[in-house]
């Protein structure tokens, strides 16, 4: 369950930026083309900021970063969602693509090795494929999610408490397995 919510959290932001980001783009009246050559800015970027989340991940440890990754996630949902509240300006739209893009690389940057710590090494890649296509599933849903969201509540703001509920879950499920981990690892060393 924790690795499939992490999946879902970073598949959810990432797809709260780019999907999501191509329907801003023609509600503020581009065309599909346009919005797609839009897009193809931010994956580039998302390809740069998930290298130097991975340095980081080097530097921090996956679960530090997995721990910080979502708290910024949790963070910045509603003043990234601010930006596309109001007018739709290119500069608006491409902030809160960018944001959702960077802080989305700090988990999806080490999220696989931190996943696939949680499985024995008998069957860790299998571990990790069946969780990574649960978030996968969950977080393909968000583009879907957002829209409705947004137009039940008449604000784009709205979508940011879709993010939120995948993201506090996350982060508590990580927060309860991280403690199991430091108590089991507690009781092992004291016998």
């Known amino acids: ?58 530097r921090l440890g996956t679960t530090r970063q997995i721990k910080l ?4 996630l949790m ?3 509603f003043p990234a969602c601010s930006l596309i509240t109001g007018e739709l300006t290119l500069s608006n739209i ?10 989305s690389a700090l988990i999806i940057s080490c999220s ?3 996943v696939m710590g949680l499985f024995p090494l008998s069957c860790r890649y299998t571990g990790f494929s069946v969780t990574d296509a649960l978030g996968c599933i969950g977080g393909g849903i968000t583009p879907f999610m957002m829209l409705l969201v947004s137009r ?3 604000s784009n703001l709205a979508c940011s408490i879709w993010l939120y509920m995948i ?25």
């Open 94 to 103: 491409y902030a809160y693509m960018f944001i959702m893009t960077s802080s």
């Open 152 to 154: 039940l509540f008449n």
């Open 1 to 58: 369950i924790v690795g499939s919510s992490i999946c879902a959290l970073y598949s959810s932001f990432a797809a709260a930026s780019m999907f999501f980001g191509n329907r801003l783009f023609q509600q503020a009246g581009y065309t599909v083309s346009q919005s797609m050559l839009f897009n193809v800015v931010d994956l580039l970027w998302y390809v740069i900021v998930v290298a130097l989340g991975g340095r980081l991940a080097d």
């Open 69 to 72: 990754g979502i708290l910024t």
């Open 167 to 191: 993201a506090i879950p996350t982060f508590i499920l990580v927060q309860v397995l991280e403690r199991r981990r430091a108590r089991k690892n507690a009781e092992g060393t004291v016998l």
């Open 112 to 114: 696989a090795t931190y």
């Open 75 to 77: 963070g910045i949902a």
